[in-house]
């Protein structure tokens, strides 16, 4: 059985070892969330053996892996905040292959090395923990999650609405899965149009959805009245008009919210995004790829990760890491 390293954010990387038989990798997760720099050397050493296959699981840092372009085994990047760095779709093609999260930034990632063939669209999903756990609905709707002026302000002012607009309305932090069932609606905001896990977990948990209509295949995967609500993000007097109606109707409520549940069961948990990359994965010219890429190892310094080194060299001056990219943007591959 071959075997897989998971760096980073571990995701669903975990779950691919719980796959049912047949499978063809055996998956070691070495999480880290604060910025490092490793060579080769150092994730052997992380892992205690040679990977056939590495991923390296978005975790918003600067780039991680040094001489990434000469690395003897198939590399993969497991994008997930591509709303957020711009430099990502350039950082990629080091790589062999790619997920991303978000749909419409599928085309982005599409360059010298990476086909349609090469980058799995992979959504947002919910853990095997986000179950519905009965309470009194003791609020009208809730919003778990960050309220900060300085941080989300366009997130903070249409909360601030909401809390005027409706009495029974709540913003809080902390444990989701017991908070979502204490309320009638669950409200979701998305600061970027992206797709946020918060879809997926307030679902899987079996409440009644209130989130915005934006792209990245949201419609495809659930349907507006029969497995959450969709508001237009600009139209306020519109989301507090649905949300009145909702709030008078507990059946149509709990309707919604059981078919929103059964749909995250079938289809989108963390197994079914682990079983997906699975298949994907293991239909890859792993050789063929890993040749090439070795092949092509000074084009991928030269014109990829150089000016990313030299990029953060600059952003992290006041660091030591600033030395680090800097020697790694002179000494090229090995």
């Known amino acids: 059985?071959?075997?897989?390293?998971?760096?980073?954010?571990?995701?669903?990387?975990?779950?691919?070892?719980?796959?049912?038989?047949?499978?063809?990798?055996?998956?070691?997760?070495?999480?880290?969330?604060?910025p490092r720099i490793l060579a080769w050397e150092d994730v052997t050493a992380l892992a205690g053996f040679q990977p056939d296959v590495l991923v390296f699981g978005d975790n918003s840092s600067p780039p991680?892996?040094?001489?990434?372009?000469?690395?003897?085994?198939?590399?993969?990047?497991?994008?997930?905040?591509?709303h957020v760095h711009s430099w990502y779709p350039l950082y990629a093609q080091a790589f062999d292959l790619c997920t991303v999260n978000l749909r419409d930034h599928l085309p982005q990632f599409l360059g010298p090395r990476l086909d349609a063939s090469r980058v799995l669209w992979s959504p947002p999903f919910a853990w095997d923990e986000d179950e519905f756990i009965p309470a009194e609905k003791t609020l009208d709707m809730i919003f778990v999650g960050k309220d900060d002026p300085l941080l989300t302000p366009g997130r903070s002012a249409v909360l601030a609405e909401l809390?005027?607009?409706f009495p029974g309305f709540c913003c809080a932090t902390g444990n989701y899965r017991a908070m979502f069932p204490t309320a009638r609606l669950v409200f979701n905001y998305s600061d970027h149009g992206d797709m946020n896990f918060r879809i997926f977990e307030a679902l899987a948990c079996r409440s009644c959805l209130l989130t915005p209509r934006i792209g990245h295949g949201l419609v495809d995967m659930f349907t507006h009245g029969e497995e959450l609500f969709l508001y237009d993000p600009g139209d306020f007097e519109g989301l507090c008009a649905l949300a009145e109606r909702l709030l008078a109707d507990a059946p149509l409520r709990e309707r919604v919210a059981a078919a929103g549940q059964a749909k995250v069961d079938a289809l989108h948990r963390a197994r079914n995004r682990a079983a997906a990359f699975a298949a994907w994965l293991?239909?890859?010219?792993?050789?063929?790829?890993?040749?090439?890429?070795?092949?092509?190892?000074?084009?991928?310094?030269?014109?990829?990760?150089?000016?990313?080194?030299?990029?953060?060299?600059?952003?992290?001056?006041?660091?030591?890491?600033?030395?680090?990219?800097?020697?790694?943007?002179r000494k090229g591959p090995r």
């Not at 050789?287 to 952003?315: C, D, G, M, N, T």
């Open 282 to 329: 293991a239909g890859q010219p792993a050789p063929e790829l890993l040749e090439r890429r070795r092949r092509e190892a000074r084009a991928i310094h030269a014109q990829v990760l150089k000016p990313l080194y030299l990029h953060w060299s600059q952003a992290l001056a006041d660091t030591p890491l600033a030395q680090v990219y800097l020697d790694a943007a």
């Open 1 to 34: 059985m071959k075997r897989l390293l998971w760096l980073g954010n571990p995701l669903f990387g975990s779950i691919v070892n719980r796959l049912p038989e047949p499978r063809e990798f055996e998956t070691t997760v070495v999480t880290f969330h604060k």
């Open 163 to 165: 809390r005027r607009r």
């Open 64 to 82: 991680a892996l040094l001489g990434l372009e000469s690395y003897p085994c198939l590399t993969v990047f497991a994008c997930v905040d591509s």
